[in-house]
């Protein structure tokens, strides 16, 4: 079994930054496929940032290409998403998932998630 801790949201101006952290227990992290979602209210939970074990291999959804970075250490058992340049858009609840296969999925475990708000 593996249990993700999310940490690091809050809430931030339009152009801002934040870095989001995902901490993994239960299991050794260069094992697994680590991955970022959001889900904004009203809407359905969409895919943000997935990473491959080595970290060498990353892939993004298209809206926030440029802007975020998931990157890991696996050494801390920890999953990134640096996020900047943040749009009022980028509100929503974010979820670091862990998988076995490949950075776009799927995926098999779940954090309880991490508000996100960017105010205009």
């Known amino acids: 079994q593996v249990q993700l801790v999310e940490s690091g949201g809050g809430l931030v101006q339009a152009g801002g930054s934040l870095r989001l952290s995902c901490a993994a227990s239960?299991?050794?992290?260069?094992?697994?496929?680590m991955g970022w979602f959001r889900q904004a209210p009203g809407k359905e939970r969409e895919f943000v940032a997935g990473?491959?074990?080595?970290?060498?291999?990353?892939t993004y959804a298209d809206s926030v290409k440029g802007r975020f970075t998931i990157s890991r250490d696996n050494a801390k058992n920890t999953v990134y998403l640096q996020m900047n340049s943040l749009k009022p858009e980028d509100t929503a609840v974010y979820y670091c998932?862990?998988?076995?296969?490949?950075?776009?999925?799927?995926?098999?475990?779940w954090g309880q998630g991490t508000q996100v708000t960017v105010s205009s």
């Open positions: 998932a862990a998988g076995l296969r490949t950075t776009v999925g799927p995926y098999d475990y």
């Open positions: 239960g299991r050794t992290l260069s094992w697994l496929v």
């Open positions: 990473i491959n074990r080595s970290g060498g291999s990353k």
